[in-house]
């Protein structure tokens, strides 16, 4: 039977749709509106919550948790000063990435990660010996994150206390009178904070925080807004547009930090699990592709869909799943995981994985779409990543402002 989230019951009353996925065993909404691009402006001009509660958390600590979090990650943990965290990954021993995730340190000798698949039995299989302990406090702590660029100004309603928290910057707060821990983080690309909070207090502060910001709008948000949020920040999703490594059969499966567009985190210069392999790959140019973005030609989309009777579809489009794509003259490239039409950016964009000489900004290419079951190309235009990135995201938060009036999206 799926299991539900310490916010399920404050969450199901918004459900319109009555609809729910599961994810890893918990109820979780695809959408809590029947149109999901309400939920997504929240995001984008308000406040949205999602509930990240299914998330496997674990404690690291011991007088060993920096170093062991250095054998394992491609960036090192134990440089990174308490009240900070940092985006990484960790590989195999063959350099192909096993997993990503957020690592919050919380002490001198604490650290919080969120992974989106079990690693229990990974990280204590690398733990004897080191002076670490491995806690899984899944089941103990519910996850928020309140995302948008009104984060901020719900959260000024209940402390002051985070005026100079810094992106990526992580603390203890009080809301109320609830102790939690919230971190300058989120999958989103826009200002955001991720709160932890005990399971026995995790409805109080849901409560709170809707409370708090019934004058800015706030929203919950599911999975649908979410994706098309993370796709316009160039956020990868694991299953999605890259898998882990311990479950591929094969090594076309897999993929190096650096074909993720994730060389910037790798430091060569200490030792880590995978560095000889992915120092290998630098010093013999093996890196056989690149994750980049694309937008695809608008008229072209639209000449394509009217040849067939058809309105080109604007809102409502999303993919996340593989989409052929062709070089000019017709002959396969790549491939594409996630599609998505930015209500924002007002265009058709796209992640895709195509070979290096295709991976230079402004490259043409064919994305392949199946307008009434049938293949049909269209073009594309190879771009930086992300898509969008509000400078909101990264600076101050500012001086406080008065809250907007209540309106629907």
């Known amino acids: 039977m799926p299991k539900r989230t310490p916010f399920f019951e404050r969450l199901a009353p918004y459900n319109e749709p009555q609809v729910w996925d599961?994810?890893?065993?918990?109820?979780?909404?695809?959408?809590?509106?029947?149109?999901?691009?309400?939920?997504y402006y929240a995001i984008r001009d308000g406040a949205g919550v999602f509930d990240t509660s299914p998330l496997f958390k674990y404690r690291i600590s011991g007088s060993g948790a920096g170093k062991f979090l250095d054998q394992m990650m491609v960036r090192s943990m134990s440089t990174m000063p308490v009240g900070k965290g940092r985006y990484t990954c960790w590989c195999n021993s063959e350099g192909f990435v096993v997993e990503d995730g957020v690592v919050l340190r919380v002490a001198h000798d604490e650290y919080l990660i969120a992974t989106a698949q079990p690693n229990l039995r990974y990280l204590r299989r690398l733990s004897p010996g080191r002076n670490v302990s491995v806690e899984d406090v899944s089941e103990s702590y519910g996850m928020l994150a309140l995302q948008g660029p009104h984060s901020i100004s719900v959260l000024r309603e209940l402390t002051s206390d985070l005026e100079d928290l810094g992106y990526f910057g992580v603390t203890n707060v009080v809301l109320g009178d609830?102790?939690?821990?919230?971190?300058?983080?989120?999958?989103?690309?826009?200002?955001?904070?991720?709160?932890?909070?005990?399971?026995?207090?995790a409805e109080a502060l849901f409560d709170l925080l809707f409370s708090a910001g019934m004058g800015y709008n706030i929203k919950p948000v599911g999975e649908v807004a979410l994706s098309?949020?993370?796709?316009?920040?160039?956020?990868?999703?694991?299953?999605v547009d890259f898998q882990s490594a311990r479950f591929a059969w094969v090594d076309a499966q897999r993929e190096t930090p650096v074909e993720l567009g994730w060389g910037w985190m790798v430091d060569l210069d200490r030792d880590f699990i995978g560095r000889d392999a992915i120092a290998a790959e630098?010093?013999?140019?093996?890196t056989r592709w690149q994750t980049v973005g694309l937008t695809v030609d608008w008229h072209d989309?639209?000449?394509?869909?009217?040849?067939?009777?058809?309105?080109?579809?604007?809102?409502?489009?999303?993919?996340?799943?593989?989409m052929s794509v062709y070089r000019r003259d017709g002959t396969y490239a790549g491939y594409a995981t996630s599609f998505v039409f930015s209500s924002l950016l007002k265009r058709h964009i796209a992640i895709a994985k195509l070979p290096l000489d295709l991976t230079a900004a402004g490259s043409q290419v064919e994305l392949e779409l199946v307008p009434i079951h049938r293949p049909e190309n269209v073009s594309a235009t190879v771009v930086d990543m992300p898509f969008y990135a509000p400078a909101h995201k990264l600076g101050p938060v500012g001086r406080p402002s008065t809250a907007p009036a209540m309106t629907e999206q």
């Open 228 to 239: 098309m949020a993370r796709i316009e920040a160039g956020l990868l999703l694991i299953d």
């Open 282 to 286: 630098d010093a013999g140019g093996t």
């Open 178 to 201: 609830i102790p939690v821990t919230i971190s300058r983080t989120g999958f989103t690309g826009d200002l955001g904070y991720e709160i932890w909070v005990e399971h026995a207090t």
């Open 301 to 322: 989309y639209e000449r394509l869909h009217e040849g067939l009777g058809l309105v080109a579809p604007k809102e409502g489009v999303l993919t996340q799943d593989t």
């Open 22 to 39: 599961h994810w890893v065993g918990y109820l979780s909404a695809p959408r809590y509106q029947y149109s999901a691009i309400t939920e």
